[in-house]
């Protein structure tokens, strides 16, 4: 009998329900520069492997805690599944997010919460200058270039000493 109201189709087999295991993360991406966060929600070790994941948030100054808004993604495979959760990061206030993944087995809550702190105020002057970006980025790729020369510098040496171990060993066979 199927009981979660998540499940697409109900699997019948000797297995028993087994609730799953719940982490919160955050999770690094590209929509952080954006002026977004994003959370990771994993669920794994669970029987059978459909989920449903909601979150939850709570202003740093209340004890309710809300209905979480934001796009979610989700990922699944045969044993784990996860949510990531894009919050817009521009909020005036922090927020601590909650992650819960409902299960057959029942509903199973992260144990740890993950805070997204506040955009910085307007009034604060940016990290650098946008003059300073063309001149940074230029010594980051003068630099990789001196590593890559370097680099074949070393492969190239190493291929010279190889050739040569392997010259002698062909002298040292004739003589012998």
């Known amino acids: 009998m199927c009981v979660c109201a998540a499940c697409c189709c109900c699997q019948t087999s000797d297995e028993q329900v087994v609730k799953p295991v719940v982490s919160v993360y955050p999770a690094a991406s590209r929509a952080h520069l954006e ?9 794994s070790a669970m029987f059978p492997p459909l989920v449903r994941f909601s979150w ?18 989700e990922l699944r495979e045969s044993e784990r599944a996860a949510a990531i959760l894009l919050v817009d990061g521009n909020a005036t206030s922090t927020y601590k ?9 029942g509903t199973v809550e992260a144990p740890t919460e993950q805070e997204v702190p506040a ?10 200058e946008p003059a300073d970006l063309p001149a940074l980025q230029q010594a980051d790729l003068s630099f990789q270039s001196q590593c890559r020369v370097k ?13 040569l171990v392997y010259c002698c060993g062909l002298s040292l066979l004739r003589i012998l």
């Open 35 to 43: 002026g977004r966060s994003s959370l990771l929600c994993v669920a």
């Open 56 to 73: 939850k948030r709570q202003k740093e100054d209340q004890e309710q805690w809300l209905p979480a808004d934001g796009e979610q993604l």
């Open 97 to 105: 997010y909650l992650c819960s993944a409902q299960h057959e087995g």
């Open 119 to 128: 955009a910085p105020a307007a009034s604060c002057p940016p990290e650098r």
């Open 151 to 163: 680099l074949l510098c070393v492969l190239y040496t190493v291929l010279i000493v190889k050739s």
